[in-house]
């Protein structure tokens, strides 16, 4: 199932739900939340440790909401050329 990241205002705070419209999301309109991306969870090596909290959160209210940081590609260090051995 598809899970929609959304980001509250210009803040740092985000939303995964499976709700495309967002509809679902806390705030009294839902011109307060931007849609970011669509992820397949298939795709993701999440482990419990990292997604369980989420999945908890998914089941009860339908959304998690998180802390997090907006980054582009320009952000992210590039890779080294050199091959770890």
Same mark, same amino acid.
């Given at each position: 199932?598809?899970? !929609?990241?959304?980001?509250?205002? +210009?803040?740092?705070?985000?939303?995964?739900? !499976?709700?495309?419209?967002?509809? %679902?999301?806390?705030?009294?309109?839902?011109? +307060?939340?931007?849609?970011?991306e669509t992820l397949d969870p298939v !795709?993701?090596?999440?482990?419990? +440790? %990292?997604?369980?909290?989420?999945?908890?959160?998914?089941?009860? %209210?339908?959304?998690?909401?998180?802390?997090?940081?907006?980054?582009?590609?320009?952000?992210?260090?590039?890779?080294?050329?050199?091959?770890?051995?």
């Open positions: 199932m598809a899970l !929609h990241i959304f980001q509250y205002k +210009e803040t740092e705070i985000f939303a995964l739900t !499976h709700d495309g419209t967002g509809a %679902n999301l806390p705030g009294r309109t839902r011109a +307060e939340w931007r849609f970011i !795709h993701f090596a999440w482990g419990e +440790e %990292n997604f369980g909290a989420a999945r908890a959160a998914l089941d009860a %209210n339908g959304f998690f909401l998180f802390a997090g940081e907006m980054v582009t590609a320009e952000d992210v260090p590039a890779r080294s050329a050199k091959l770890l051995v």
